[in-house]
């Protein structure tokens, strides 16, 4: 008898339930034919609402886009999305002289110098003014100069620089409803008021408020924070991240940008009194909120604080509370049960890591996909790797309370030194006193390899306030002439760069088609801007700019700022 799985339902349209419900038809029109696919079924509550945040991605996103046959052209329209190039901490650390730190975790990769490290080369010799992700990546001046991600007129998903998105989190999942549903999704408004189990503790079927009974063979529980399926019916337990990270309480308000022509293509997480704000700027409005730690903070006094940062943005503004549930739940699959998105875990969205882990765990589990009677190899298998995966963020996100340095704030110091953080963690941040992070130094990574903390490391400059003391006695003696011949060539290309690339709300107008005439080709590509119709040219950010002959020559050097 064929035992293939028939059904899949989906239970919740949120961002999780929407993107497994996109993943799992792409992956099957791919690798099944029609007769032999399951049938994707989605159920989602009117009544209930979307968690209605997360909208920084990392970038994973535009490849399953791209791999959906959804168009960038009409992502960027319905969802209102900017590029995004990476993540600018702001005032998490102070320098050797009490002065706040301000870095990009830049969407590059560290170069490579002549086979080592460019991160040895810049602990050894420094580069002036310019910090770590500024010698090795042109994200934070393109970032900081509000440009886009590659030039007008190149195709679709072009990868000039590493990039993702920021995007309306609403809107992305009504994008996705209709993407889904004309493929063939079907699509239930409905609510789920019972989880009815058999008599081997698998799910038998849902109950809903109107359609009543919705029989099940396998089913994804993306309801969200309540976990309805996979805590409340199956009773799996949830495990509790308290431990290690303080925040559990996230406000969120929408504001205006203060100059819609300039979008910064960068996600900033700025360290507040007792946690970090977000700013994430889309097309058209900026999304901002304040993660914090109710241990610190009422959410009064949070608000506070928080409308106080925004300004006058904020003025006279409510901006809404979300409680976060911090952790993981024990095994994501159990039984005919697997839970994605906020019902599985959330880990603080300091990294912006969820829709990424959403997207894994989608993958994951069509590669193990069951047949109706499921393998428990198959089932351990899968738990045990997206444990792994939120063993990867957790030690991520750690890394940042750990190696703050703050004392103005009790959060700050409580932050640093009460949390626990993960073994591994821990002995990684022993060897680092003594070296770089190197490749084996870290055994999982989707995101966050050796690099990755190479970066952090050096933007918080833990090297230059009290953290390994003694790491420069064992640096490696390095020529210096070879690093700064090095930045030279770099320099170019970086100043070619900033001259050429269009700024950003420039390239999403484009993009949207909203321009009055298209760009294309290279000659659009080498154009620096494209100035609105009926706009003067906008003036140019960097000012006396030094030719390329001038910096090769040495008349001039590169001054950005
Ligand atoms: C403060 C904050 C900031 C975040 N920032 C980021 C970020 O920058 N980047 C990122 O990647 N992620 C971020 N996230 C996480 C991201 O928002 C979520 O991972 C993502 O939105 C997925 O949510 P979800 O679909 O699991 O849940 P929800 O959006 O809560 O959706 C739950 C769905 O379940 C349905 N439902 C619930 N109960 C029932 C029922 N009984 N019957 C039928 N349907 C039901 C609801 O109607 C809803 O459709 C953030 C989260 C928070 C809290």
Redesign the pocket.
Known sequence: MNNRLRKITI???????WMTALILDTLFARTSSPKDRPHLCL???PN????G?????VPRMPGTLRQAGISERSFFRETNASFKLGVKFCNWNTDAEGNRIDYVNPFAHGQMIDGLDAAEYFLRFGNGDRDFTQSISPHDDLGRLCKGARQLGQPEFEQRFGYAYHLD?VKFAGMLTKVCTKRGVEHIQD??KSVELDEQGNVSHLMLEHKGRHDIEMVID?????G?IINKALGEPFMDYSDYLPNDR?M?LQIEHPDPEKIESLTRATALGAGWT?RVPLYNRVGT?Y?FSSAHRTDDQAADEYLAWLGDSGKGATPRV?P?RIGRVRNAWVKNCVAI???GG?IE?LE?????M?DHAVRWFAEHLPTRDVAPSLRTRYNRQMNKLYDEVLEFICLHYRLGNRTDDQYWIDARTDMKIPDRLAENLAVWQHRLPMEHDIEFATLFDYRVYQTVLLGKQVYDTGYGTGIRERLRPLKKPIWFQWWKAAKMDLAQTLRTMPDHKTLLRDIRGELDKPAFGMEAAMKPTVAMPGTPPAPLVVQNMPSLDEIQTGQKDLQLF
Do not use: D, K, N, Y
């Not at 239970?11 to 339930?17: E, F, L, R």
């Not at 209930?48 to 968690?51: D, L």
């Not at 993306?222 to 309540?226: A, D, K, L, S």
């Not at 912006?352 to 990424?356: E, L």
């Open positions: 239970v919740g349209g949120g961002t999780a339930g159920i989602e509550s209930i609402s979307t968690v945040v997360g909208e920084a991605t989190a609510e789920v993306c309801t969200g924070f309540r309805l996230a969120a977000w909120g993660v979300i976060m998105g906020l019902s959330f969205p912006s890591t969820a829709i990424h959403i």
